[in-house]
Structure formats: structure tokens, C-alpha cells
């Protein structure tokens, strides 16, 4: 097949979205399909063997790492148009639209190019965080909108599915994340590597991944206090300066990758997850395969990943005395602790990412199916 991947957030900008992307067109590489990637900002000319088109965009005034389309949606809509045009691809994969969406789902449906849209980002819970109801209530319009037009739209975890099935999204499907079970295994904990983090032997903590408001990571404040445990949190992002205020006890690693991340994720004994807005939550699968237990908001697709009082905790949104007690729990029970581990291992360690993405190429089968179907 020709897959033409089109996607707002890519290269060099690393996230969630940007990594998944580049799973599937390592996995389209190894399987010998063909795919062009579509994407803003400024990214490089080619990913894993395949050329990359940058379509016009702009930075937000005060946070240009966020691209979006250029002011005159003609010249990107144009711009995508004759590119798309040029290549002829299959199916479209249309990654976490929200600003690029619309143009998008305009230009493929104009050259009958079936689409299947990733829904990855709950940017309506992001608005709802920051008490922005009209604004939420928009942003579910609007999803709907370039949601309903595609041929299907797959939800990373059966709750984010739900909702967008509430929300009069139709043909949802679900299509989970893959783990890299070489990179994030057992095999990679570190024991110099925990001596730097705690030198006196405590339970090490800790948090991983990008340090923004709506992860909420001070909410690890109310772990502060807790004897024999050394709080680490693993990522970098705007909200580091206050939080290392608000978290003074903490160890701060800064944004990993590579093996230094394998490494400091198979180091920890407990991984917290608080942000409540996830829509699968890779960090904490990714600890999950490194053997580490989770303890995370009972929110988003966390309450789908972790198999509570088995593979880790689920506390209630809020509940900042439920979260401290699942984390007491754990600490003074190393014997629970391993074996949770264990049982997050084994839960996670078949969804690979060549698994994941066999199924999203029959799902990539089933929109170019139902498009023919449609168009004959």
C-alpha cells in the first residue's frame, strides 16, 4: 500500500504522537510498503527511509514549539493538495488532528483519499483542566467534525472510545500503543544508577514524562514527607522550574532517551502517573515492560493499562490521601512491589510494536475497503 502519514506535531519535537509516528513507518519500512510523511514545523527531509514534505505553518506567539497551519489556509490546503495529488496514496493516516484537521479532511476528500484519523490528544480534558468550559465544548465540536468525516477513527484505549462514541464520534475503533519490550525491560535497571538516586538505599519513586500543568506532578508533594522513599521524576518541560520549588526533596534527571531512559525507568520501584487527561499513557506502559508496578489516576486510558491490585494502584481523581496510601502500600511491601512488577511485565510485554501495527495496516485495509465500497 501507499500511506500518506500526516501529522501536526513531528520531528524534532519529541512527544507522544512524534514516537508513535515513527513506530508505524519503521514497521511500514520493514514490511515494504511506500509512505510519504506530511508534516509542520521543521522537520527532517526524510524518517526511516521516507521523504518528509514540510507544509507551511507558523509558531504560536509565545510557544513556538506548537506549529500551526499558516494564517491563509489556501497555501497549506494548496500546498498538501498538489503534494497528495503527486503521490496517490491508499489511505491517509491523519495523526492526532486538531489545527491541521480540517484542511486535511478537505483536501483528502476532494481526491477520494480515504482517511483513518489517530485520536491521541484529549485536547478537550486540556481546556477542561484550566476551567475553560466553552472552550471544551468547542473543542468536541470541532473534533467532531474532522472525526466524522473520516472512513474510521481509532481511540489508543476502550475509555478514550467511549468517549468519542459519546460524543456522536462514529466508526471508532480501538488501536492501543506498542511497547519497545527491548528498549523498556527488567533487564536495563541499573544498580550504580540507583545508588546516584538513593544513596542511602530508599524506595525510589518516580515520575516520568513531560512536565506540563495538566500532568499535574505536584501532586507528588503529598509524598514529600514519606520516610525511606526518594522522589525522581524523569522528563523536562515548562512546569520544571516551579516544580522543582514546589518538590525540593526531588531528583530531577531532565528530558532522557535512549539507554540513559531504558535504564532510569527500570531503576524505579513505584512509577505515579497523576496526570488525569491520558488517552493511553505510554509512560506508564513503558513501565510496565521495564517490570516496575504503577500507580496512576483512575482517569483517561490509565484505567484501561493498569489491572488494579495486580499490576499497580488506581486511585481516584483527587484523591491526593488515596494516592499517598497506594504509595505507602507498596513501599513497606517489597515482596507486592516485586510481584506487581512481575504481573505489569507479563501483562504488556506481547503488545510489541510489529504487533500493533499489523493491525493497524488491516485497519488501513478495512477505510480503503469501505471508501471503494462507497465510491462504486
Known sequence: MKIAVVSETFLPSINGVTGSVQQ???????????????????????CEGFDVVNLPS???????????????PAVASGSLHRRLAEFRPDVLHLASPFTLGGPVMRVAGSLGIPVVAIYQTDVAG???????????????RHIRSVHG????????SPTSAQELVSHDIPRVEVWPRGVD????????????????????GEVVVGFVGRLAAEKQVEDLAVLSDLPGVQLVVIGDGPERERLERRLPGAHFTGSLSGLALSRAVAS??????TGPFETFCQAAQEAMASGVPVVAVGAG???DLVD?????????????????????????????RVAMGVAAHQAVRARTWPVVCDRLLRHYEQAASVAAVRGA
Open 24 to 46: 508505524v513507518l519503521r514497521h511500514l519500512s520493514r514490511t515494504s510498503h511506500e509512505a510519504r510523511v506530511f508534516a509542520l514545523g521543521d522537520p527532517p527531509p526524510e
Open 58 to 72: 507558523v509558531g504560536l506567539p509565545g510557544h513556538r514549539h506548537v506549529r500551526v497551519p499558516v494564517p491563509v
Open 126 to 140: 486540556f481546556f477542561r483542566r484550566y476551567g475553560l468550559t466553552a472552550a471544551s465544548t468547542s473543542a468536541w
Open 149 to 156: 468525516r473520516a472512513q474510521l477513527t481509532l481511540a489508543p
Open 181 to 200: 519490550t527491548a528498549a523498556f525491560s527488567p533487564t536495563h535497571r541499573d544498580a550504580d544508577l540507583r545508588a546516584r538516586f538513593s544513596p542511602d
Open 268 to 273: 524505579l520501584d513505584v512509577m505515579v502517573h
Open 301 to 303: 486510558g490509565l484505567r
Open 308 to 336: 488494579h491490585s495486580r499490576t499497580g494502584w488506581l486511585y481516584p481523581q483527587g484523591d491526593l490521601a488515596a494516592l499517598r496510601a497506594r504509595v505507602v502500600d507498596l513501599v513497606g511491601d517489597q515482596a507486592k
